[in-house]
C-alpha cells in the first residue's frame, strides 16, 4: 500500500491551495479518512476528517477554511485550503483506515 500527497507549495497569506492524495494497493472506499497537519517543531495534528458514506468533519482552527473531500473512483483524497495564514505552515498527511503514512506535502505561507 503506498500514498502519495501532492499540491502544496509556496503560498502567500489569504491565498488557496488543493492538496491531492492518491492511494495505491488498496482501495478507498469504505475507509474513514482524513488529513493531519504538522507544523514545524510540533506534532502531527488531525484537520479534517470524512467518513466512508462522505460526512466531513474539520477542526475548530480551521473550520471555514478547509474543505475535505473523497473520489473513491480515483481511490483519491482532498483538502482545499483557503485564507491561508502562516500558522498553516507545515507538512500535510492524508491517512485512511489500513494505510501507512505518506511522505506529506509541503505548505508554506508567507506573510
Known amino acids: 500500500v503506498q500514498v502519495v500527497e501532492s499540491g502544496g507549495g509556496l503560498v502567500q497569506a489569504g491565498g488557496s491551495l488543493t492538496l491531492s492524495c492518491t492511494v495505491s494497493?488498496?482501495?478507498?472506499?469504505?475507509?474513514?479518512a482524513g488529513w493531519y497537519h504538522q507544523a514545524p517543531g510540533q506534532e502531527r495534528k488531525l484537520i479534517a476528517g470524512?467518513?466512508?458514506?462522505?460526512?466531513?468533519s474539520a477542526a475548530t482552527s480551521v473550520k471555514g477554511r478547509v474543505t475535505i473531500s473523497r473520489d473513491d473512483a480515483k481511490n483519491s483524497l482532498y483538502l482545499q485550503l483557503k485564507n491561508l495564514i502562516p500558522d498553516d505552515t507545515g507538512r500535510y498527511y492524508c491517512?485512511?483506515?489500513?494505510?501507512?503514512w505518506g511522505p506529506g506535502t509541503q505548505v508554506t505561507v508567507s506573510s
Open positions: 494497493g488498496r482501495a478507498l472506499s469504505g475507509a474513514a
Open positions: 470524512i467518513t466512508a458514506a462522505g460526512t466531513a
Open positions: 491517512t485512511a483506515q489500513g494505510v501507512p
